[in-house]
């Protein structure tokens, strides 16, 4: 399965000067709980905001002009070879069977065409930011988890990709 993660300010921004403009400690718990033991694609400029592999997760860095490489760190030209070697890395060891695309605009905004869930952290404040997320068509998405933090204002919501019918 593929999924987009994301959290996402009240005025659509993810990041502002190559950084998350936010710390908020249950949006970074969320994120870690739910891509635990998992593949992450992101792009060059969201793997040097971190600048270090995420642990316990193969990470693979999307860029033509750097490569990143080390103990579960791999780097692909374009965000379908990374889907690819996921996949491949997944079926010859076993693991990781699910694919999180994490960042930034560019691989979340070409990444909606392959993702078949959304995980959408939604921030109830507005940021100065100079990232966006993309609009997505919510008729392809359907949400079907939502619930807000009690201890911040955040809401984490789940779309899932509607399957239309053949007709």
Same mark, same amino acid.
């Given at each position: 399965m593929i999924s987009i993660i994301a959290a996402v300010s009240k005025n659509g921004v993810i990041g502002c000067n190559g950084h998350i403009p936010w710390n908020i400690p249950e949006d970074m718990k969320y994120f870690r709980r739910i891509t635990d033991g998992s593949a992450v694609i992101m792009g060059r400029k969201t793997y040097e905001s971190i600048m270090?592999?995420?642990p316990g997760r193969l990470n693979i860095v999307v860029s033509k002009t750097c490569n990143f490489s080390g103990d579960l760190?791999? %780097?692909?030209? %374009?965000? =379908?070879?990374a889907i690819e070697t996921a996949r491949k890395y997944s079926a010859e060891h076993n693991c990781f069977k699910d694919i999180f695309l994490c960042g930034g605009n560019a $691989?979340?905004?070409? *990444?909606?065409?392959?993702?078949?869930? $959304?995980?959408? %952290? =939604? $921030? *109830?404040c507005e940021y100065d930011g100079d990232v966006y997320f993309p609009a997505f068509d919510k008729n392809l998405f359907r949400l079907v988890s939502s619930e807000k933090c009690i201890s911040a204002d955040i809401t984490f919501n789940i779309y899932e990709k509607q399957i239309t019918p053949c007709a």
């Open positions: 270090r592999p995420l760190l791999m %780097t692909a030209e %374009t965000l =379908e070879k $691989i979340y905004q070409e *990444g909606l065409k392959y993702a078949d869930r $959304i995980y959408l %952290t =939604e $921030i *109830g």
